[in-house]
């Protein structure tokens, strides 16, 4: 079993909250039987009577399921978080425990993708996933050299002139068997395998080449690109980009990091020492997806910050619902207050492109303007522009 809702108790309360939390999680699970705790939020049961196994395995699960949603008080306050279940059965789907433990897990990823407290049996398909992702694994290890990574850029526009001021370069993986993979599914694999730092050294070197390209022939600001958390918190990171640089010619007020808010208010004095360091550099920070990462409004104080961008699952309603669009004017203040630029992502209509103007954001990216395209269709967007 894993916690759903347990990684945002450590971001807003930080990992010693996260700690009393587990702890009493473990203390109510004791109540239902022996568990195992294996590593971070995931525990496990070893039901090993053999009688009446099925009616057993449906009473623990209901007893999880109703006793992980009680509230838990933490910092005088009530909390609640919920539980997504995996079972492999013995000797049903294997005959041995190292597989059978295996099995589980995929169960339980499996069970979160569904989420609401879902609880799913293993299933010879899952083998499938393992299959892909243990070839993709590999596969991406050689996928630079093969040539394989491309990238896309999608336009950042001005709210009011309409003109492109700067690009966010994003990555693709276009595989020899299975096509487009997903970086939803390919950054995590190579995050986990460890090649997440020469790859993402790859994609700093390639992006710098490209704007300096652009900045001899074009108007614009920058080009922003997404930096794993991987990569940010490695030894020596500030160094490695300053070496970069230096190489590529590229100027650091040519080149914008994108960081989730997610991994700042995860080990937030490190993280912001981090910033605070590719700052000093001179290099653009923008914080992706704000809004969605539970952080208060002292925390985006202290972050040396130039960028907030709203996320887009407050912009796909902001016109029709009040509470988002709320959500989105606050961003909006809070973010020039702070002194910082404003970008939404995710505009397609021009309803909403016009409400945001309305409230005094700077800029956006979305359908509306471009879908994400290859380097040649964008440098025609910007000769266009530049004889307009």
Known sequence: MDLDG????????????????????????????NPYRLWGDEFAFLIADETEQHKKTNNLIDKISSKVKLPYRLHNNKYYISACVGISVFPDDCDDIETLC????????????????????????????????NELENDLKRAVEKQQLHFLYQPKVDMVSGKITSAEALLR????????????????????????????DWVLEQVCLQITQWKKQYQL???????SSVQLTALNFTDTVQTILA?????????????????????????????????????????????????SLSQVARLPLDVLKIDK???????????????????????????????AEGIEHEEQRQLLEDENCEYYQGYLFSKPI??????????????S
């Open 6 to 33: 347990f990684k945002n108790i450590n971001d807003q309360l930080g990992h010693l909250a996260g700690d009393d939390m587990l702890c009493m999680v473990a203390k109510r699970l004791k109540t239902m039987g």
């Open 102 to 133: 295996s099995y589980a897990d995929l169960a339980m990823y499996q069970s979160k993708a569904v989420g609401n407290s879902s609880t799913t049996y293993f299933d010879t398909s899952f083998i499938e996933t393992i299959a892909r992702r």
């Open 221 to 227: 600001l920058n080009v922003a690109v997404n930096v």
């Open 313 to 343: 699952c407050f912009i796909d309603n902001c016109v029709t619902n009040r509470d988002d669009h709320m959500v989105v004017r606050t961003i909006i203040q809070l973010g020039q207050n702070l002194g910082m630029k404003i970008v």
């Open 247 to 295: 190489r590529t010619d590229c100027l650091p007020q040519w080149l914008e990091i994108e960081q989730t808010e997610s991994w700042l208010m995860n080990d937030q004095e490190k993280n912001i020492n981090i910033l605070k360091q590719l700052k000093s550099l001179g290099i653009s920070l923008a914080l992706d997806d704000f809004g969605t990462g539970y952080s």
């Open 374 to 387: 290859t380097a040649k269709p964008f440098e025609d967007l910007l000769k266009e522009q530049s004889l």
């Open 173 to 200: 993986w276009t595989h020899p068997k299975y096509g487009l993979i997903s970086p939803f599914e390919f950054i995590p694999i190579a995050e986990k395998s460890g090649d997440m730092i020469p790859i993402g």
